[in-house]
């Protein structure tokens, strides 16, 4: 069976710090990578994709992949309060559909 | 403009209701989603449709009744829910089939919050 694991926290950090968040996975196969972000009571929102091994960066935001050890991870620098939500790691790949993680709740404490 | 829009926002139904949870989208997304997500819990899959036909039902109870219209639209029907269905149901769309190499990003609509009495 497919899995994706990630650490249920919550993390909490000072505002300011980097937070860093982890998901490892199961299937081999597994070729797309992603990171959602839900505030409570709210869908899902895309916040990076990643593919390829090695560190993507978008504004404060870095995915890193490592395909060899199957491990994922997202590290948001210089957190802010509005950054605490739930951050859902997600796998796809080769015709297999979207398997989530059961989400890492993140506090940044003002 | 990456929009998936849902309609209603909420609802509340009786066990004994039909009711109708609507999704939308215009990216030319050839894939749809129905989840299901529980407070605290990971979204859970329901349906998915590829190029308009249903491709993988996760062996969803009939009293929810999945329909595609067009590649735009996708439907969920309901039909003498219970409580425990109560949950925030999500539409999703993807650039890729289901079966591609690489489906893409997936993206959310807001969700629709069913309350079952």
């Known amino acids: 069976q497919k899995e994706v694991e990630q650490n249920s926290g919550p993390l909490s950090v000072p505002e300011g710090a980097i937070a860093s968040l982890n998901c490892t996975y199961s299937d081999r196969v597994s070729q797309s990578f992603f990171w959602y972000r839900q505030y409570s009571g709210k869908s899902p929102e895309l916040i990076m994709s990643i593919y390829s091994n090695g560190d993507k960066e978008d504004g404060r935001f870095t995915a890193q992949l490592n395909k060899a050890s199957q491990y994922v991870s997202l590290l948001i620098r210089d957190s802010q309060p509005s950054d605490s939500a739930t951050y859902l790691c997600a796998v796809n790949g080769y015709g297999q559909n979207f398997v989530f993680g059961p989400g890492t709740r993140l506090s940044v404490l003002p | 403009d990456t929009e998936v829009t849902q309609t209603p926002k909420h609802l509340v139904m009786g066990m004994t209701n039909k009711k109708s949870l609507k999704c939308e989208q215009h990216m030319g997304h050839r894939a749809m989603y129905w989840y299901k997500q529980k407070a605290k819990k990971p979204p859970e899959l329901m349906f998915v449709?590829?190029?308009?036909?249903?491709?993988i039902n996760e062996s969803v109870p009939s009293r929810f009744s999945p329909e595609c219209p067009n590649s735009s639209l996708l439907n969920l029907h309901l039909h003498a829910l219970q409580p425990e269905d109560s949950a925030l149901y999500l539409c999703?769309?993807?650039?890729?089939?289901?079966?591609?190499?690489?489906?893409?990003?997936?993206?959310f609509g807001e969700g629709s919050r069913l309350t079952v009495l």
């Open positions: 999703a769309s993807s650039q890729g089939p289901v079966g591609a190499s690489n489906t893409g990003e997936l993206f």
């Open positions: 449709y590829s190029y308009e036909k249903l491709s």
